[in-house]
Nanobody, 122 residues
């Protein structure tokens, strides 16, 4: 089994910043397309930002210019720097990996973390 572990959520005032981290602990051979989604109360889960094949990034329109995704490939970690936060950014943020290889023959598809809550409120 593999897992993704998120951290960095919390309560922040409007206009503030938070940095989320997501790591795949243990021995990992490779990870494909790692990124972030979110789910607000009563809404469906939606893409926030992700790395795609070749190292390109894809952002949802509602976070462009405010959020930045980055990664540390050697540590199997992806980050989400969130600036200029708004109350409507309040949601559980989930880390996702399209495919994780523990070895060159053992792999797992569509891996999700447990989520970390981000609350933007004064």
């Amino acid at each position: 089994q593999v897992q993704l572990v998120e951290s960095g959520g919390g309560l922040v005032q409007p206009g503030g910043s938070l940095r989320l981290s997501c790591a795949a602990p243990g021995t990992i051979f490779s990870i494909r397309d790692m990124g972030w989604y979110r789910q607000a109360p009563g809404k469906e889960r939606e893409l926030v930002a992700t790395f795609t094949s070749g190292g390109s990034t894809n952002y949802a329109d509602f976070v462009k210019g405010r959020f930045t995704i980055s990664r540390d490939i050697a540590r199997n970690t992806v980050f989400l720097q969130m600036n200029s936060l708004k109350p409507e950014d309040t949601a559980v943020y989930y880390c996702h990996a399209d495919k994780i290889w523990k070895t060159d023959y053992e792999s797992y598809l569509d891996v999700w973390g447990q989520g970390t809550l981000v609350t933007v409120s004064s």
